[in-house]
T-cell receptor
Framework: GAVVSQHPSWVICKSGTSVKIECRSL??????MFWYRQFPKQSLMLMAT?????????EQGVEKDKFLINHASLTLSTLTVTSAHPEDSSFYIC?????????????FGPGTRLTVL | GQNIDQPTEMTATEGAIVQINCTYQ??????LFWYQQHAGEAPTFLSY??LDGLEEKGRFSSFLSRSKGYSYLLLKELQMKDSASYLC??????????WGAGTKLIIKP
């Protein structure tokens, strides 16, 4: 099946620093990648949608200058949390939608747990 | 607006059957997904329905009624490992997933 990896799995950083999270589709090409954030005991919240070679589309309330997304190839998207603060601590999950396939399933990465001190 | 409703939490007994309901209102409809999510992990795919009716896959079945904007996930022969959150997500006319808040399922011995 389709596999999506994320790196790192978890990261602890100091307030004010920037953190980059990578999302890779390992065995398929992804036309679109999605970045979600999930706070404890809450559902997934879509942050942005990125298409390879074009600018990401951000959901309302998500600061595009704070959450930088780069979708450089059909297998890699990165999310950079700039000047991270404790309120940015969350579980960040990416998903990828395949070029092929019978339907528009999103394949999820394992997630990255970010803790900002 | 677009909306997905599902119960916040349900409790069931090991070995029993449980049905998790989901109602949706979306601009356009291109199918409905059910995902399972264990605490601290990413969601994993369970089922996809786009036509009316019941899809059975082992212990799990999913039902869809497009005219009623309604779906359910049926879990049989419950096992302790089934304790998780179950997320319902509808695909809208732009092929975006509209997520429900998830139903936390607690299995008791």
């Amino acid at each position: 099946g389709a596999v999506v990896s994320q790196h790192p799995s978890w990261v602890i950083c100091k307030s004010g620093t920037s953190v980059k999270i990578e999302c890779r589709s390992l065995d398929f090409q992804a036309t679109t990648m999605f970045w979600y954030r999930q706070f404890p005991k809450q559902s997934l919240m879509l942050m942005a949608t990125s298409n390879e070679g074009s600018k990401a589309t951000y959901e309302q309330g998500v600061e595009k200058d704070k959450f930088l997304i780069n979708h450089a190839s059909l297998t890699l998207s990165t999310l950079t949390v700039t000047s991270a603060h404790p309120e940015d601590s969350s579980f960040y999950i990416c998903s990828a939608r395949s070029l092929a396939g019978d339907y528009n399933e999103q394949f999820f990465g394992p997630g990255t747990r970010l803790t900002v001190l | 607006g677009q909306n997905i409703d599902q119960p916040t939490e349900m409790t069931a007994t090991e070995g029993a059957i449980v049905q998790i309901n989901c109602t949706y209102q979306t601009s356009g409809f291109n199918g409905l997904f059910w995902y399972q999510q264990h605490a601290g992990e990413a969601p994993t795919f369970l089922s996809y329905n786009v036509l009316d009716g019941l899809e059975e896959k082992g212990r799990f079945s999913s039902f869809l009624s497009r005219s009623k904007g309604y779906s359910y996930l049926l879990l049989k022969e419950l096992q302790m490992k089934d304790s998780a959150s179950y997320l319902c997500a509808a695909v809208d006319s732009n092929y975006q997933l509209i997520w429900g808040a998830g139903t936390k399922l607690i299995i008791k011995p």
